[in-house]
């Protein structure tokens, strides 16, 4: 009996040294990494944290080295978790690559698409767009999550999406991309204000203005904050809005003056007396969007495809609000 238990024992260690980590393992380890905080690393994953830790524990004991240090600051990883990170990344991207030319050989795209657009964007292009595209595309199920346009470009190129609708230009050159539409940008004034009322205003009289923004971590901010560095008006850093509804809100109470998307403009405001829309003379103020992928996807002939649909969508729906461009 006892030598019978001693062969299982020495089984038990085998298995143990000659296993190697999961897929769903080093998923687990680029999340950890990605938030440095188990928590929110469970909560993203849909798992609890004592289980993400006891799975992060076995990886750890199966390579035989340890992937974070326990630091004031958070969970970090180690000098061997960075060294793993990015191949843990490939590894789970060569995976979904895999996945996604498997599906793309069966027929009809029956796949999910994790879709990332920015929370300036997706909000009030997809509900005019969405309901066509799936007429087109009947098998086609698109996971839709909000990013700003860094994380975008990261995660997209780190595998956490397939495809994104990204502001351009881009900050990562190497991802894959066709354009889509151009976006105005509308100035919009409290109805109180002394430029209400007039349809076009000269850029001159922006000199001075209190001009609300978005934080900077939006690309919209950064666009903003050059009209302001162009014209001489005043930037307000320390009343920057955490979402568009809250900067129009800032605007209604007459804090300052904004530009807003005209995609928003035209989803949103739909109160008159609140705010006054008008344009700047002789001067379009534009931001281009574009459908953005991994340059060896499997399904890039298809994001092509998609891309070209959604232009002809927008042309049906959004004419006169934004304008499709292929180049």
Not at 177 to 183: D, G, K, N, R, V
Not at 199 to 216: C, H, V
Request: charged share 20%; net charge neutral; hydrophobic share 40%.
């Amino acid at each position: 009996m006892l030598i019978s238990l001693s062969y299982k024992k020495i089984g038990t260690i085998v298995a143990s040294k000659t296993s190697s980590p999961s897929i769903k393992q080093l998923s687990y380890f680029v999340a950890v990494a990605k938030h440095a905080n188990y928590r929110r690393a469970a909560e993203e994953l849909g798992m609890s944290q004592p289980a993400l830790t006891n799975q992060i524990a076995i990886l750890e004991s199966t390579i035989n080295t340890s992937l974070f240090e326990r630091s004031r600051a958070g969970t970090i990883l180690s000098p061997s978790g960075r060294d793993l990170l990015d191949g843990a990344r490939q590894v789970l991207l060569s995976m979904k690559e895999f996945e996604d030319m498997a599906a793309a050989k069966s027929d009809g795209h029956q796949i999910t698409y994790r879709l990332g657009v920015p929370p300036t964007v997706g909000p009030y292009l997809l509900p005019h767009i969405l309901p066509d595209l799936h007429d087109l595309h009947a098998s086609l199920k698109l996971y839709v999550r909000e990013a700003t346009h860094r994380e975008l470009q990261k995660d997209l190129l780190d595998g956490v999406y397939d495809v994104a609708i990204v502001p351009l230009p881009l900050t990562i050159t190497q991802l894959a991309m066709t354009p889509l539409f151009i976006e105005p940008l509308k100035f919009v004034v409290p109805i109180n204000h002394p430029l209400a009322g007039q349809k076009s205003i000269t850029p001159s009289k922006l000199r001075g203005e209190k001009i609300l923004t978005l934080e900077e971590k939006h690309h919209f901010h950064l666009q903003v904050q050059e009209i302001c560095e162009r014209w001489g008006a005043d930037l307000q850093r320390d009343y920057e809005g955490t979402s568009l509804d809250t900067l129009r809100q800032m605007v209604v109470m007459g804090m300052g003056v904004a530009f807003l998307p005209g995609l928003y403009v035209h989803s949103e405001m739909h109160d008159p007396e609140a705010l006054y829309v008008c344009e700047l003379h002789n001067i379009s103020i534009l931001r281009k969007h574009a459908l953005v992928w991994r340059p060896n996807s499997p399904n890039r002939v298809f994001y092509r495809e998609l891309a070209a649909d959604i232009r002809t969508i927008i042309n049906k729906r959004l004419s006169g609000i934004i304008t499709t461009t292929d180049s």
